[in-house]
């Protein structure tokens, strides 16, 4: 099979506004069968994966609004 990763706000995190934190960056890792080890992908890439690799998805998420609470 081959997996392509086209994606954004992997290097960048979305960013915050009126003082709020970033989110989260977008990352995908892939674990080739039986390694034990999380490789993560760059965010454009054309890789060949095979049966019994593992592929994870961590999706960014927003960044925050205002100064959070004490």
């Known amino acids: ?7 954004e706000r992997r ?3 979305p960013y915050g506004l ?3 934190e970033e989110g989260a960056r ?3 890792l892939l674990q080739k069968q039986g390694s034990g080890v999380d490789r993560p992908l ?3 890439t054309n890789i060949r994966i095979h049966k019994g690799d ?3 998805i961590r ?3 927003g960044g ?3 100064v959070p609470e004490c």
Do not use: H, I, N, R
């Open 1 to 7: 099979v081959t997996l392509t990763t086209m994606f």
């Open 11 to 13: 290097d960048v995190a």
């Open 18 to 20: 009126e003082g709020g």
């Open 26 to 28: 977008f990352e995908m």
């Open 42 to 44: 760059p965010g454009k």
């Open 54 to 56: 593992l592929v994870t």
């Open 59 to 61: 999706s960014c998420g």
């Open 64 to 66: 925050g609004y205002g």
